[in-house]
Each structure stands twice: as structure tokens, then as C-alpha cells.
């Protein structure tokens, strides 16, 4: 430690944070680490060869996974007993949940877990069956003839059976197939526990006081050394020495950021010259001020103007383990898949400097701010979101905030073993406002929490994530719950790591979005040339099939088909409106409530799915089924879902309150007649035909163009000599303005049709594609009938 930094001011230092950690210095472990090779259970080890390893050494693996971030958030148990044991039939909403679950059961009898081995669909690739194993299954492999080890080691492996195993139904829902309790071995006593690899976790409030002491130059030991003494002993610091050092090791970012912020420069210069419309801004007077720095391609611009709805901010980069000071701006795409918005380098944590980050997204987005945008839980984030987007709907990750939770209420937690699923299903299964007041109050009551401040503080701030008060806003999760990618950092996940550098974060950075960019192609061409399987005769069936792109048909269709289990029954019927119940059969599940409009073909359920994610219900659909309604109506098909969903831009200046003085931008100018071009260029390049119709268009365009230049000039000539211009001079000019109105309508008439000439070849020519397939089918069956008669 430098001589500078005396006894005193390590006093000093401790009395600022002794408040936060009497509060918080009891750490609950959520995690468990894989420290298993993960090998198929049926058939060969498959190769992911869509993103690149990441390395993986932390504790905190098991939690910051691609599953770990899911919006739904919680652990969605579908149990009723008390004492919290997991039992064969035990329900969960994932695999994450399981783990979670799982590794908490085994810090309360005392051992540590991993994740084993697994198996996979033979569909699409996805993991329906996983082993969850006590951290003393099997037995370490030994080296091969009489070679000695380098190093003796204990052996840690005793062969345990003790085991859990889940697997993913056709519900979506996770169910505990196989359970062994019995272990061969000793258990940990509770004072030990802390030391298991699964139990070990460095918490926020751990975090930033060793980042404050490592920055006072204090080293590991030294770190270590107050922790035990504020948190009053080791067994309650809830990590290791050696977790410590990892932590304070980190990322290399500090020590490149001088050379390598040249590079990310170079980067941004080189991609101006490339892509006229790359836009990038960097904090404070030069490149070398130290404040933040973000940047955005032509693509991301153009996929927010189709899929600007809602928008996620994901800073959890510079916070979980990888401590990279990267984050995203991402949305989703009309395949429920993520797109990327833009991203920004956070070099100054400060409320101005975010504040200025979200106006230079919002510049670069030509000041479209989104309806809703999801972020961290985080005081300084959500001070400037209210800033920059006073209009927007704000909303917490739900993930963030469920493991602060387990940070802020572990003693709790452990002190009632009950309270962990009471508390989630508080927060996930009320569904009105009221329902979850009378349930919060009760639960805070129940467990003597009344006076806990910082629950007090999360109560005040419930309209931003508590997802009762949600419900009525897009947030455009059609398929968390289906896909374990629908993540906040789902985006770069695998890109960017703890040993991703800022010499190599332009490279990951293209990586990922090249392969994002290419699992878009693919489901785009699936969508056209795969026609999905109908489930029912149902003409809304057809219908939606032929609209919705294939990934969200899949999740329209579950809901089609879970109305045969739920019947409607009218309860009011007040001449234009109705009102039904709508319930499970069979079954005492909550029921919901639906208005329909007879006469506008509109329902409004209670359960607002289709508010907050843009697809329709089974409920609302169960009374469409006893009202005869056939067909969906055009207001059920959100656009940005829909296979055309690129046809034409989601953001207008008239549709989000754009200044009426845009237009006098010439950025903003060129930025408008940019994606036109962009897309008449990729409706005409489909073919010969298409191309030679787009090219005398664009000829045509041409020459009203310069005819339009010419007169302009022409006007502007005139007002520099006339400088008192008469009555009868500015009667004149307004003729001429009025005739180049006209002009300027007709071209523009005349390109509509030609637009819709194009997109009638182009359908036309889907059309004889899959009529010579389907004649190709026959030959093909006549050819094998032939075959078949003459032998």
C-alpha cells in the first residue's frame, strides 16, 4: 500500500461504506459454476459454431447466462409446500429457475451443485433435458499408464448419485423427472458453506466498496481484511481470497484504454468513409476527455425506424463479472429476435454523461424517442431516462431487480425458507394493481418487513417494475418465454466477455453482428419458402399464417390451439359490448375477464398480452371462437410482426411528433431520401425484370428531379434581383410554387405505382416459383410410379 494512504484514511474510508454494509453485507449466493463437461445424452457432442466461446471461471456463470436475463424474470415455482424441498413433478418457468432453486436447497443442507450433462431437440437444437449434479458426483480422471500428476490434489470426487433432473414440456414449463436426495458423503456445515463453489458470490455493495479500496491502492489481502471485519467474520463475507483477486484482476480495460481508444477511432473513421450514413459522437471537447462514446452504423438507424417501438438499454456489461464498460442499445426485430439500435462506450458513469449519451442516441435517430425503453435497475440511469425520454414508458429489467433482491433480503431469506416463493409470486402472478397491494402489504406484514427502507424504496418505485402496473404498455416480448436468447445482453452474448479487450471489442462487435444479421436472412427465408403446418381448420389459422412471419405464427398458434381448453361464457351483455368469463376447464385457474365490442370487432382482455407483447390471447381468441368471428381483424396485426414489417418504415415524423421544420435539415434530408433509395434498390435487384422497371423509374425520377433543381434555381435568381419584390411578383411566385406542388405530387404518384408494379411482380413471381416446385413434385412422383410399374 502507498505510504500516502494511512491507518486514518482506511478509516475514513470504512466509516463512508459502514452504513451500506451493515445493511448489506450478508451475501447470498445465487450461482453455481459448470464445472462439468457438458456432453450430449443421446447422440454426438453438437458444435455451436453460431458465436464464439466465452471463458467462463466465475461463480457467477450460472446466473449471467443467456437464460439468467429473461425479462419474465423470477422462478415461476409451481409449488405449495412449505418446507421448500423439491419433489419429481415440481414445476418451473425454466431451466434457470431450476438451477436457482436447486442451488439454494443445497446451501440450506449444506453442498454445492453444477450443471452435468444435457440433451437437446432434434427440432431446432434447443435444450429440453438438463442434469443438475451434487459437486462430488463422479470421480476425477486419472492421467494414463504411470504418468504422476504436476500437482497432488485432494480428491473432491466421490462418486455422489445425489441429482436432479429437469425437462422442458410442450407447455414450455420445466418438470423435475428425476430426483435423488441420498449423498455417500458428509455435508457442509452451515458456518462452511460459503466456501462451495455454487454458494461463493461477490455482491453489488461488495463490489463497489473493493473497487473504492482497490482504486486507495490497496491489495487483495488488505480488501479482504475489512470485509471480514465489517461483515463480522468470514463466514458472512460470503466469497473467498481467491474470488476477491479474480474480482479485482478484472478486464484489462484500464491498462488499454490509451491505444486501444485510437484504434475504436481508426474504426469509426474508416466505417465514415465507408457508410455515408455511420454517425458517431464522442463526449466533451476531444477524443482524449475521458466521457462516453457512441456510435451507429446505417443499419442499426434503419432498424429503428422499423422496429423503434421499444428500445432496451443494456448497461449490465460494466456491472456483472465481465466489467466491460460497453452497452448496447437493442430492440426486436419481426422474428422476435434481437436488433441492435446502436452502441456506446461508458467511460463516465455520471448522470450529465448519460444524459448526454441518450441525446446523442436520439440525435443519431434523427430525434425519435422511443414509446417504452427498458434498462437496469440503476438511480443514475433512471434519473437521466426521465430527462431525455420524459415521454417514454420506463421500465426496470425485472432480472436486475429480482437479484438485488436476493443481495438485500438473503438473511431474510434465510431465516424463511417461505418467503423467497411468496415474494415471486407476489411480484409475477398478481395480475391487477389492487391484487398486488393486497399482497404486498400482507407479505411485509407475515415476515415483519414493514420497516425494511429499501423495500420501502423499490414500493415507490413499482410502476417501473412490477409487471402488474406494465401490462398496458408494448415492451414487444412475444417470445421470452419460448427462446433463451430473449435476454437484456442477449444480443452480444458470447461476443463479449471478461477477457474481450478494447483492442478487440471492434472485432467481436462485427462478429456479432454478422451472425445477427444472418440468423435474420435465414428466418426471413424460411418464412417465405417454409409454409408451417396448420394445426386446425380454422380460416384465422390460414390467415395468420400467411401474415405473421413464421417464429411469431409459432406463438399465435399455441394460443389458437389452448382455446379448445378454454370455453367463454357471456356474464353481460349490454347491446354494443359484452362481457365474458374465460377460464381453464377443469381446472381451478384464475379466471379473466374480456369486453368485446360487437360492432368494432375489438376485446380488451384482463390479461393485456396483447398490449404488452402485440400478439392476441387465447382468451380474447375463445371469444372470437363463440361470437363466429372467423377471421382476426386488421387491428390484431401489428406490422413490426408481420413478414412485411421492412416493407416500409414503423417511425414517421407525424407519427412521433417530429418537428415540422425537419425537413430543413439537409442531414435529415439526405438520411429520408437515403432508406427510400435502400429500398427501392432491394425490391428491384430481385430480378431482370424488377431491375429494368426500377431503372426507368429511377430515370424517370431523375429528370423530374433536375427539372425541380432548375426551377428552384430559378426562384431563388429571381428573389436575389427582385429585393422589393411587387404584389404582382409574389402572386407569380406563389403560381409557381403551386405548380411545382403539383408537379412534385404527380412524381410522386408516379412512383407509388411503379413501387406497386414492383411488388406486384414480385408476388407474382412467388406465385410461379411454387407452381414449377409443385410441378417438379409431380414429375418427380410420376417418375418414381414409372420406375416402380416397370420393374
Known amino acids: 500500500m502507498p505510504a500516502w494512504c494511512s491507518t486514518r484514511m482506511q478509516v475514513l474510508l470504512l466509516r463512508l461504506f459502514h452504513e451500506c454494509l451493515v445493511q448489506a453485507m450478508v451475501f447470498e449466493p445465487l450461482g453455481t459454476a459448470n464445472e462439468a463437461m457438458e456432453l450430449e445424452v443421446v447422440g454426438p457432442p453438437a458444435l455451436n459454431l453460431d458465436r464464439p466461446p466465452a471463458s467462463s471461471s466465475s461463480s457467477e456463470d450460472f446466473l449471467d447466462g443467456p437464460a439468467s436475463s429473461s425479462f419474465s424474470g423470477g422462478l415461476g415455482l409451481s409449488c405449495s409446500d412449505p418446507s421448500l424441498d423439491p419433489h419429481e413433478g415440481m414445476e418451473f418457468d425454466s431451466e ?11 446451501r440450506r443442507l449444506g453442498f454445492s451443485i453444477r450443471a452435468s450433462t444435457y440433451q437437446r431437440s432434434k427440432k431446432d437444437g434447443s435444450i429440453i433435458c438438463r442434469q443438475i449434479v451434487c459437486h462430488r458426483e463422479g470421480f476425477r480422471r486419472r492421467g494414463k499408464g504411470n504418468t504422476k500428476p504436476k500437482r497432488q490434489r485432494a480428491d473432491t470426487r466421490v462418486g455422489c448419485k445425489a441429482q436432479m433432473m429437469v425437462k422442458k414440456h410442450d407447455t414450455g414449463r420445466w418438470v423435475i423427472s428425476r430426483l435423488v436426495k441420498e449423498h455417500n458423503h458428509e455435508l457442509v456445515p452451515p458456518d462452511k458453506v460459503h466456501c462451495l463453489r455454487s454458494h461463493r458470490h461477490v455482491s453489488g455493495p461488495a463490489r463497489s466498496l473493493i473497487d473504492t479500496l482497490q482504486a486507495a491502492g490497496m491489495g487483495a489481502s488488505g480488501v479482504m481484511s475489512v470485509l471480514i471485519r465489517e461483515s463480522g467474520g468470514i ?5 473467498t481470497k481467491i474470488d476477491c483477486q479474480n474480482y479485482m484482476s478484472g478486464s484489462n480495460w484500464q491498462k488499454s484504454l490509451g491505444k486501444g481508444l485510437k484504434t475504436v477511432f481508426d474504426y469509426f473513421q474508416r466505417m465514415q468513409e465507408e457508410d455515408p450514413g455511420f454517425f458517431y459522437a464522442v463526449e466533451g471537447d476531444s477524443e482524449l476527455s475521458g466521457g462516453n462514446i457512441f456510435w451507429a452504423d446505417s443499419n442499426a438507424i434503419k ?7 421499444t428500445v432496451i438499454f443494456d448497461s449490465t456489461y460494466r456491472t456483472d463479472r465481465y466489467r466491460v464498460p460497453f452497452a448496447p442499445f437493442t430492440g426486436w426485430n419481426h422474428h422476435g429476435q434481437p436488433v441492435l439500435f446502436g452502441c456506446a462506450l461508458i467511460l463516465n458513469e455520471s448522470e450529465s454523461s448519460f444524459i448526454w449519451l441518450f441525446e446523442s442516441w436520439a440525435k443519431a435517430m434523427s430525434g425519435h424517442t422511443p414509446p417504452s425503453i427498458t434498462t437496469d435497475h440503476d438511480r443514475i440511469i433512471r434519473a437521466a431516462v426521465s430527462h431525455v425520454f420524459s415521454g417514454a414508458r420506463h421500465r426496470f429489467c425485472t432480472w436486475t431487480v429480482l437479484r438485488e433482491v436476493h443481495e438485500r433480503l438473503s438473511d431474510a431469506f434465510c431465516s424463511h425458507p417461505t418467503l423467497e416463493v411468496e415474494f415471486q409470486k407476489c411480484v409475477n402472478g398478481t395480475e391487477t394493481v389492487d391484487e398486488f397491494e393486497f399482497c404486498w402489504d400482507s407479505l411485509l406484514k407475515r415476515y415483519d418487513l414493514e420497516n425494511n427502507q429499501w423495500l420501502q424504496s423499490m414500493y415507490d418505485a413499482r ?3 412490477i409487471p402488474a402496473y406494465l401490462r398496458d404498455t408494448f415492451f414487444g416480448e412475444a417470445l421470452v418465454t419460448q427462446r433463451s436468447d430473449c435476454a ?12 474481450t479487450s478494447i483492442h478487440v471489442l471492434i472485432e467481436q462487435y462485427e462478429k456479432a453482428v454478422a451472425s445477427r444479421y444472418e440468423k435474420e436472412l435465414k428466418s426471413d427465408q424460411e418464412t417465405l419458402n417454409v409454409p408451417p403446418v396448420l394445426k386446425t381448420p380454422s380460416p384465422m389459422e390460414k390467415q395468420a399464417s400467411n401474415i405473421y412471419t413464421r417464429n411469431i405464427f409459432k406463438k399465435f398458434q399455441e394460443e389458437l390451439v389452448d382455446i379448445l381448453a378454454y370455453p367463454a361464457t357471456l356474464i353481460k351483455d349490454s347491446g354494443s359490448e359484452s362481457t365474458y368469463r374465460v377460464e381453464k376447464f377443469g381446472e381451478e385457474d384464475r379466471p379473466y375477464s374480456v369486453k368485446f365490442d360487437v360492432l368494432e370487432k375489438k376485446a380488451l382482455c384482463s390479461c393485456q398480452m396483447f398490449e404488452f407483447s402485440g400478439i392476441i390471447c387465447k382468451h380474447i381468441l375463445a371469444v372470437f371462437r363463440v361470437t363466429n368471428t372467423l377471421t382476426l381483424p386488421s387491428h390484431y396485426f401489428l406490422r413490426r410482426w408481420t413478414r412485411h414489417a421492412r416493407s416500409s418504415p414503423l417511425l414517421d415524423e407525424k407519427a412521433l411528433g417530429m418537428p415540422c421544420n425537419s425537413l430543413h ?3 435529415a434530408r439526405f438520411e429520408n431520401l437515403c432508406r427510400e433509395a435502400i429500398k427501392y434498390v432491394q425490391e428491384g435487384a430481385e430480378s431482370v425484370e424488377t431491375y429494368k422497371v426500377a ?14 433543381k432548375k426551377n428552384d434555381l430559378g426562384l431563388a435568381s429571381n428573389q436575389k434581383e427582385n429585393e422589393h419584390p411587387s404584389q404582382s411578383c409574389s402572386t407569380d411566385q406563389d403560381k409557381r410554387i403551386q405548380q411545382l406542388t403539383s408537379e412534385l405530387e404527380t412524381a410522386n404518384k408516379i412512383c407509388e405505382a411503379y413501387r406497386k408494379k414492383l411488388l406486384d411482380m414480385v408476388k407474382d413471381m412467388e406465385e410461379q416459383k411454387l407452381k414449377i416446385l409443385v410441378k417438379v413434385q409431380s414429375m418427380k412422383l410420376n417418375l418414381r410410379r414409372l420406375s416402380g410399374a416397370k420393374s
Open 665 to 667: 435539415s439537409a442531414a
Open 96 to 106: 434457470q429457475a431450476a438451477r436457482v432453486f436447486y442451488n439454494s436447497y443445497a
Open 695 to 708: 431503372r426507368e423509374a429511377l430515370h424517370l425520377a431523375a429528370e423530374k428531379v433536375a427539372a425541380a
Open 235 to 239: 463466514n458472512n463475507v460470503g466469497f
Open 488 to 499: 437484456i445482453n442477449s444480443y452480444f452474448d458470447g461476443y463479449i466477455n471478461a477477457s
Open 463 to 465: 410502476q417501473h417494475w
Open 303 to 309: 432498424n429503428y425506424t422499423y422496429f423503434g417501438d
